[in-house]
T-cell receptor
Framework: GAGVSQTPSNKVTEKGKYVELRCDPISGHTALYWYRQSLGQGPEFLIYFQGTGAADDSGLPNDRFFAVRPEGSVSTLKIQRTERGDSAVYLC??????????????FGQGTRLTVV | AQSVTQLDSQVPVFEEAPVELRCNYSSSVSVYLFWYVQYPNQGLQLLLKYLSGSTLVKGINGFEAEFNKSQTSFHLRKPSVHISDTAEYFCAVRKGGSEKLVFGKGTKLTVNP
């Protein structure tokens, strides 16, 4: 596709339920990032994939959060036992290679998650 | 840990007026600095970045920013704004060797006719 695609665009779930958020990066991009943007805040880093492996997951807030990228393309962010505090916009970005190699990260429009 | 402070949460200006959006970051040996713009219902878009070299950086849509190491600042400027510049602007920093962007809380720029 032309850009980073995130689905669904909106997700409402009940407290305690499990959710999956999907990210389709730009074709050929090896680096993929997840960020979370709470209301009134800037995006906060969650996890970075280089290829299929999670190279840095230091931003995942607790063990209810998990992300995968099994074939080095599409990634899924999984949240177990959702809490109201998980409500936020979840942003995905991809880059041709590591951004520390001075490539640009392109962001998707995000998935707005609301836990009721 | 790195941190970014955007001093103004909201900045209202009139069309064709100049604007400066302020950004300060916590000091580190080597950092790279970025400004992103987020239009309503759209993803973050890179405006400009400072990696090395000239401290005055020019970006898209007529924006520019100046890296000031002694003041640990990276303020964004535009000499004459348009209604279409109405958006939220985020300053971000990345530490050398890291893939992690640390964002400020954002500044909402509203350009009024």
């Amino acid at each position: 596709g032309a850009g980073v695609s995130q689905t669904p665009s909106n997700k409402v779930t009940e407290k305690g339920k499990y959710v999956e958020l999907r990210c389709d990066p730009i074709s050929g991009h090896t680096a993929l990032y997840w960020y979370r943007q709470s209301l009134g805040q800037g995006p906060e880093f969650l996890i970075y994939f280089q290829g299929t492996g999670a190279a840095d997951d230091s931003g995942l807030p607790n063990d209810r959060f998990f992300a995968v990228r099994p074939e080095g393309s599409v990634s899924t962010l999984k949240i177990q036992r959702t809490e109201r505090g998980d409500s936020a916009v979840y942003l995905c970005a991809s880059s041709l290679t590591r951004t520390s190699m001075n490539t640009e990260a392109f962001f998707g429009q995000g998935t707005r998650l609301t836990v009721v | 840990a790195q941190s970014v402070t955007q001093l103004d949460s909201q900045v209202p200006v009139f069309e064709e007026a100049p604007v400066e959006l302020r950004c300060n970051y916590s000091s580190s040996v080597s950092v790279y600095l970025f400004w992103y713009v987020q239009y309503p219902n759209q993803g973050l878009q890179l405006l400009l970045k400072y990696l090395s070299g000239s401290t005055l950086v020019k970006g898209i849509n007529g924006f520019e920013a100046e890296f000031n190491k002694s003041q640990t600042s990276f303020h964004l400027r535009k000499p004459s704004v348009h209604i279409s510049d109405t958006a939220e602007y985020f300053c971000a920093v990345r530490k050398g060797g890291s893939e992690k962007l640390v964002f400020g809380k954002g500044t909402k720029l509203t350009v009024n006719p």
